[in-house]
């Protein structure tokens, strides 16, 4: 199902990226979930005008709409008659448009899938801030280690504003072996 969505995506010319477990797991940390998120470029109404094709193409759709103090201005959720499920996020308070040019291509299932970058995806986990998204962003932390561009890491935690940066800071610290 996720293919077919992005297929729909990249034929409406909208940029995209895969985010949440499954861009974890292309940064190395391994978790389950049971559907597949994706952050687009993408305004409301655009994301109506995709709800419609998804309806007509026979998918389920759920479009929420948020308030503005939302940090996510909207959610389409997309599922089929099998139980599979794609999220596709909208309007992300912070994220910088650079990212989906940021976003490495990865194979799955022999197509190339658009993933989410490291910082902005730790960046991202760290302005989501619950325990699991914590624990995600730390684990990349980790594992990236020197591969990690830390000045591109600060500066995109800025744009998600002072709780965001000082998540980051606390987690390098750690990463650093500096006791809190």
Same mark, same amino acid.
């Given at each position: 199902?996720?293919?077919?969505?992005?297929?729909?995506?990249?034929?409406?010319?909208?940029?995209?990226?895969? #985010?949440? $477990?499954?861009?974890?797991?292309?940064?190395? #940390?391994?978790?389950?979930?049971?559907?597949?998120?994706?952050?687009?470029?993408?305004?409301?109404?655009?994301?109506?005008?995709? $709800?419609? =094709?998804?309806?007509?193409?026979?998918?389920?759709?759920?479009?929420? =709409?948020?308030?503005?103090?939302?940090?996510? !201005?909207? #959610?389409?959720?997309?599922?089929? $008659?099998?139980?599979?499920? #794609?999220?596709?996020?909208?309007?992300?308070?912070?994220?910088?448009?650079?990212?989906?040019?940021?976003?490495?291509?990865?194979?799955?299932?022999?197509?190339?899938?658009?993933?989410?970058?490291?910082?902005?995806?730790?960046?991202?986990?760290?302005? !989501?801030?619950?325990?699991?998204?914590?624990?995600? !962003?730390?684990?990349?932390?980790?594992?990236?280690?020197?591969?990690?561009?830390?000045?591109?890491?600060?500066?995109?935690?800025?744009?998600?504003?002072?709780?965001?940066?000082?998540?980051?800071?606390?987690?390098?610290?750690?990463?650093?072996?500096?006791?809190?």
């Amino acid at each position: 199902m996720l293919l077919d969505v992005v297929a729909v995506l990249i034929g409406a010319g909208l940029p995209y990226a895969v #985010v949440g $477990a499954m861009a974890a797991a292309v940064h190395g #940390v391994i978790r389950a979930s049971v559907d597949a998120d994706l952050v687009l470029a993408a305004d409301r109404a655009q994301l109506r005008r995709l $709800a419609q =094709e998804f309806g007509d193409a026979g998918f389920q759709t759920q479009l929420r =709409e948020s308030d503005p103090d939302d940090p996510i !201005a909207a #959610v389409l959720a997309l599922s089929d $008659a099998h139980g599979n499920r #794609v999220d596709l996020l909208a309007g992300l308070r912070g994220l910088e448009p650079e990212a989906f040019s940021r976003a490495v291509t990865v194979s799955f299932q022999g197509e190339a899938l658009r993933v989410i970058g490291l910082e902005d995806f730790i960046a991202m986990k760290l302005f !989501a801030g619950g325990p699991t998204h914590k624990a995600d !962003a730390r684990a990349a932390i980790r594992i990236a280690g020197a591969a990690l561009d830390r000045p591109l890491l600060k500066r995109l935690a800025e744009r998600y504003g002072p709780a965001t940066q000082r998540a980051l800071a606390a987690r390098l610290r750690i990463a650093a072996g500096v006791k809190t």
